[in-house]
């Protein structure tokens, strides 16, 4: 099958026109040479199926970044049929540098130059032929966008693919370093094809962005957006997320109990509370992935993640992240998941791996649910709130120890040197590409694992069946009182470490796993857990469920993300230390002190 | 004049860069923006708290970090 590359500076369009070849079918994959998962899809064109690679935005074919490794070593290894490169028609000028240093390699290339709706706007006029004529080279005006000029660049590729594919001679290859000639050439076809004002008109993005990055205003603006954007997630999210639990308990009960009735008690737990929930803890992030990539959306395309890092980077710099990955924790409060997700825009993989260390330190929703009932089992109505203040404290300060204490792990090496882009909106189309593409995503990397993970933790509070569910005499009772010379000095008793195990699949079940275990529910429980525990205790059970791993779904899109198993257990190992230190530390000088 | 950087520069400064005195993957970086030696630059703002600055090189609004900044020599027009 013939392959079809896509070139271009980050930033251009690539994703956009990918999008609109494959029509979101696509599929990550692995190829020779290179360790990063690419986005490729198959299309029929001119009667034959050809595959589409979107590579990642480069700068310079030449360069030292993470991104243009990886397009070196693909190119290297894979030399495609046909490139399409893809440059910003309203920033040619510095853009062609690029393509000059494509063409060297003897390609077969269709060039398209994209946004030429923005270049329009902006008073710049490309004579696409003439450039086409002095580079030798078919050259075309779309905007991958609105589809304007998409059918011509379509034709044109698929009369480039019918030439036979130049082979990349081994010494065009390996020595690609004579830029010299490049200056001269650029200068030249500029001068005769492109018309640049000698200023932009871009009146809209200035104005806005005096506002959005004014140096008193800029701030508070941008929290503002993210309370905005965090109130609209989770207020549109918890409702769906309920209304799927309640469609998947309505399934059970009205149909699946009736038709397992016949088979035996385990074998019905097993496919009940074991494969069937499962799949309800996976369904259950479906409708907050899909918003908050509808939202993110928003805030990337239209430029304003790039804001954001301006106005933060003050602070981030400090602790070796930028700006978006400040988005990203903050985001983190609302659910680790998609905040995960989000860091793929960070393209310094040191930088992201280590934003990726700091999340799962983020007080999420599903945790809070289960402060607020152990802070109104236990404290007054005047001290719960203060209690729950000082968790988002600790959550916050432990994430920025992470960081500083990490920073030099994951030292990033990339210049932090950001393109601010004119402001854009996306069009509906492409947010809600956007918000399917990332949960197909999700739902393919992580059912199996959460799954799984379900299961065996259902046969670890059931079996053997002899034992009551969930009781001491069943192996999850076994563990839990193996472990209780480690839980013990953190002040965490044996139905509390079963509630743990239970927390480790996702926080929003240890409620009902409590409830289990010690058999009854509502006030109730509330009320026998108040008489059992003191404040430290359960203060200190707190902290430990704030800190150790948040759930399964963040475990499984940590691998998924990092795709190394070693980060994975280093940031399970540190979040299970960092609990259980500071549940100690809390613990013993809570105690010491007389409380 | 020859002691200015962009680091140095003013919100609404419009400089000719001279001279870029980066380590190599920075050099790229910056030449792949836009970034070239008798290039006009205009400093648009810069954040505060000492953050980054917003510059402009062509067509192009590029934020980078005073530090970096300050490797790159202008001289004002
Ligand atoms: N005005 C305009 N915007 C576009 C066009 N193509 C892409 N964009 C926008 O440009 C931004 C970057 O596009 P994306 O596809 O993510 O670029 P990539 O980084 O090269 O993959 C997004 O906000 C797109 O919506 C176009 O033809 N016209």
């Known amino acids: 099958m013939k392959r079809i590359a896509l070139l271009g500076m980050p930033n251009t369009g690539k994703s956009t026109l990918f999008n609109r070849m494959t029509g979101g079918a696509a599929r990550v994959g692995n190829w020779p040479g290179i360790t990063v998962e690419l986005l490729s899809g198959k299309i029929l064109l001119g009667g034959d199926m050809v595959e589409i690679i979107d590579l990642p935005g480069i700068y310079d074919l030449h360069g030292f970044s993470d991104d243009e490794q990886v397009v070196r070593h693909f190119l290297h290894d894979n030399v495609p049929d046909l490139a399409l490169v893809i440059l910003n028609a309203s920033q040619i000028e510095r853009q062609m540098s690029l393509l000059l240093q494509l063409k060297q390699l003897n390609m077969n290339i269709v060039v398209l130059l994209n946004m030429a709706d923005e270049a329009k706007k902006f008073g710049i006029s490309i004579d696409a032929a003439k450039m086409s004529e002095l580079l030798d080279m078919p050259i075309f005006l779309l905007s991958a966008k609105y589809g304007t000029g998409y059918p011509e660049a379509l034709k044109a590729a698929t009369k480039a693919l019918s030439y036979p594919t130049p082979g990349m001679a081994e010494e065009l290859r390996s020595q690609l370093e004579q830029d010299e000639h490049i200056e001269t050439e650029m200068a030249k076809v500029l001068k005769d094809a492109v018309q640049i004002p000698a200023r932009l008109s871009d009146n809209l993005t200035e104005k806005l962005d005096s506002v959005m990055l004014h140096p008193w205003f800029g701030l508070p603006i941008f929290f503002g957006v993210m309370y905005l954007l965090f109130q609209g997630i989770f207020l549109f999210g918890q409702p769906l997320q309920g209304g799927i639990a309640q469609g998947f308990t309505w399934l059970r009960e009205t149909a699946l109990v009736p038709l397992l009735s016949g088979l035996p008690q385990a074998l019905q737990g097993l496919l009940l509370d074991g494969i069937y929930n499962g799949v309800g803890t996976v369904a259950a992030f479906v409708p907050i992935i899909v918003l908050f990539f509808l939202f993110m959306a928003i805030i990337e395309d239209s430029g304003y993640l790039s804001r954001a890092a301006f106005l933060m980077d003050a602070l981030m710099a400090k602790l070796g992240l930028d700006g978006r990955g400040f988005v990203m924790l903050l985001m983190g409060f609302g659910c680790n998941v998609p905040a995960l997700m989000g860091t793929r825009v960070m393209r310094s993989r040191a930088m992201r791996l280590l934003t990726m260390l700091v999340i799962p330190l983020s007080l999420c929703s599903a945790r809070l649910q289960v402060f607020i009932f152990f802070t109104a089992a236990l404290f007054s109505a005047k001290a719960a709130p203060i209690v729950l203040f000082s968790l988002y404290l600790f959550s916050f300060a432990t994430a920025i120890l992470t960081a500083l204490i990490f920073k030099h792990q994951f030292k990033n090496t990339e210049p932090f040197v950001l393109e601010l882009p004119p402001y854009r909106f996306p069009t509906a189309r492409q947010m809600l590409l956007r918000g399917w593409l990332e949960v197909r995503h999700f739902l393919r990397r992580a059912t199996k694992f959460i799954v799984a993970g379900v299961v065996l933790v259902w046969l670890l509070t059931n079996l053997p069946f002899s034992a009551t569910p969930s009781s001491p005499d069943t192996f999850a009772g076994i563990i839990g009182s193996a472990l209780h010379p480690v839980f013990q000095p953190v002040g965490i008793n044996e139905q509390l470490t079963i509630a743990l195990i239970f927390g480790f699949i996702a926080k929003e079940i240890v409620i009902g796993a409590l409830a289990v275990i010690y058999g009854l529910s509502g006030d109730a429980l509330s009320g026998a857990i108040g008489q059992q525990l003191d404040w430290v205790q359960a203060y200190s059970f707190m902290l430990f469920t704030l800190l150790y791993t948040p759930c399964l779904a963040t475990i499984a899109t940590l691998q998924s993300e990092s795709k190394t198993l070693k980060f994975t257990l280093l940031s399970l190992g540190w979040s299970l230390s960092l609990a259980w230190l500071l549940s100690f530390a809390f613990y013993q000088s809570a105690r010491a002190l007389g409380y | ?77």
């Not at chain 2, 000492?50 to 067509?59: L, W």
């Open chain 2, 1 to 77: 004049m020859s002691a200015n950087t962009l680091a140095t520069m003013h919100p609404g400064d419009i400089a000719t860069i001279l001279h870029i005195h980066a380590e190599e993957a920075l050099h790229k970086r910056l030449l792949a923006l836009g970034f070239r030696s008798g290039k006009k630059i205009e400093l648009i703002r810069k954040a505060s708290f000492s953050g980054p600055i917003q510059v402009r090189v062509g067509t192009t609004d590029i934020m980078l970090r005073r530090s970096e900044a300050a490797k790159i020599s202008v001289e004002k027009s």
